[in-house]
Structures are given as C-alpha cells and as structure tokens.
C-alpha cells in the first residue's frame, strides 16, 4: 500500500542515495548467514533445506487448499479454476468483503504466471485503485528498484496483495477482511507455483505464517507454507517513510537471492546478458562456483499452464 510519505531525520547525501537506488549486488556487502527460521502457518518449525526445493517441485496444487477451506464454496470453486484469468473473473465478482463497496475496482494482481518468485503485499492504494494494477504508486517504484538490485525484472515475477480491493483512507487491511480475502491468494499461488514467496510488512506475513509474525522481529527469516520457502521485508511504503530501516531490507534481500540461488532458482537479472539462458530466462553470472553447481543439478519445476 503506497502510503503518505513522512519527513525523518536527514540522511547523508551519498548514504541516501546509495540505500534509494540499492546498489548492485557486486558492489554490496557480503551476505549473512541464514537467520534462524520460524514457524509455518500451522505453527511447525522448518528450515529452507534441499527437502525444501523438492517439495517445492512437487507439490500438488490442490494440497494447497486445507481441509477447512474446501468446506467454503468459494475455495471449491477456486480449486477448479484452469488459469489465472478465470479466478480474476471470480475476483472481480466478489463482495463477501466491505472493501469491495468502497472501492474502484479489485486489483487482482499481475506478472508473470509461472513466475519462480511470488510478491505478496499488503492491499491496494490510492494509484492502484485508480489504475487497477499493484504497486504502481511511489512505493511501486520503490519495489521495482528493489527487485532489480537483487536480480529480478518485474515482468519475470507476480506481484499482488493480501487484499484485492483498497481499504478506506489507505488503512492497513484488518485480519477478517485478510481472512475472507485469503481463499484468492491460496488460489494464486497453486496456479503459479512459485519457487519463493517475498512478503511484504507484517500483514502478508500474519497471513501466511500466523498472527504472531510481527516483521520488526522475523523479516530475512525463513518459513515454509505449504512447501513453499517464504521470506519477508520491510513494506516498500514503510522504507519511504524510514529510510533507516533500508539497511536491514538489503540483506533480507540479499538473503533471498542467496537461497534463491541455492535451490536452483533461475532469473533475468542485471547482468543477466552475461549469464546462461535457461528455461525461463538467463541465470546471471554470479562468479559463485557453487551457487551454479547447484543450479545444473536442481531440475526445473514444471509449470502449470494459466
């Protein structure tokens, strides 16, 4: 959500500059070691491992899809859905929310259907509204940026919300509204499959992980949904009103991208001309031996059709 940016403290020119373009990777610091990891929604602790990444290559779409929700109609009806294009139209029918009356329009989501990375943000503001697509506004912008330094084009990934509908005044959308709301994002993610999941602010996170998560406390942490690795940074909207929270969003991405790389995950990048094409674009040259090691010898995840 792209709120009202608020003046902090003055940050040095150079320093300010540096943390609004993030740097390319080859000219960043090192990245840490992997943090600890949590809990997953149903509260079990586990780690991004190479069990990870072959869950991650097989699971069944419908798995995604518990045992309480098939008992909605809408999750039934979502489960059958072929493609993308067909839970949109659902989407765009829906009032089982009060969000839908105070809206223009329901931003359902965009990018790329078999995208490897999945973007998961709060809801919908003022300019997504508007224009009916996500992160569009200035904190849009921002996560542009934030996705290219780390070796992402936004076209290779898929980006959406919590939420498909803006709540009033840009407010943070409530647990209930997430909860009606969540049958759409579990159906986003069986069709795409995506390799990753990158939540943004602590709402994506509760989400996905339980109303525990708070992101001051487990941003650049692993969790695991359903097979699917997920790890979470600052909101781009809330890097626009503390910059000095930018640091700590650089190496949660740094983060990513290390364990991205190391479960075989391919993207443009870049310096994705330098790379190798792949299946699903060009893995950059990252002078890692090992990192590419590991992406010859992890097989590609098949991708459904959407």
């Keep these: ?49 190479s069990e990870i990444a072959a869950a991650s290559a097989s699971f069944v779409a419908a798995d995604l899809f518990s045992s309480a929700n098939r008992e909605d109609p809408l999750a039934a009806q979502l489960a059958s859905c072929q493609g993308l294009d067909e839970i949109s139209s659902i989407a765009r029918q829906c009032r089982r929310c009060r969000l839908r009356a105070g809206c223009k329009q329901v931003v359902f989501g965009e990018g790329n259907p078999h995208a490897e990375l999945m973007v998961v943000g709060e809801a919908p503001g003022a300019t997504e509204d508007e224009l009916g697509r996500p992160f569009v506004g200035r904190a849009g912008q921002l996560l542009d940026r934030m996705l290219a330094a780390t070796g992402f084009t936004r076209e290779e990934v ?26 759409y994002l579990q159906a986003q993610i069986a069709m795409i499959r995506p390799r990753m999941i990158l939540c943004l602010g602590s709402p994506s996170l509760q989400t996905l992980v339980g109303p525990e998560a708070r992101i001051t406390r487990d941003h650049g942490k692993w969790f695991n949904w359903r097979g699917v690795p997920v790890i979470a940074t600052f909101h781009p909207a809330a890097l626009l009103r503390d910059p000095s929270k930018k640091p700590l969003a650089w190496q949660d991405l740094l983060e990513l991208r290390r364990k991205f790389i190391e479960i075989g995950g391919h993207f443009h990048g870049l310096r994705g001309a330098e790379g190798q094409k792949t299946r699903s674009g060009v893995t950059p040259d990252t002078g890692d031996a090992a990192a590419e090691q590991s992406q010859s010898q992890t097989a590609h995840v098949g991708r459904r059709s959407g």
Excluded: W
């Design 158 to 183: 898929y980006i959406t919300n919590t939420v498909k509908c803006r709540p009033p005044d840009n407010r943070v959308p409530a647990p209930d509204e997430r909860e009606t709301c969540f049958p």
């Design 1 to 49: 959500m792209d709120r009202p940016h608020r003046r902090r403290g003055e940050t040095p020119a150079a320093t300010n500059q540096q943390l609004e373009l993030f740097p390319l990777l080859e000219s960043a610091p090192a990245v840490q070691e992997s943090k600890d990891s949590g809990g997953v929604r149903e509260g079990t602790a586990s780690p991004v491992t």
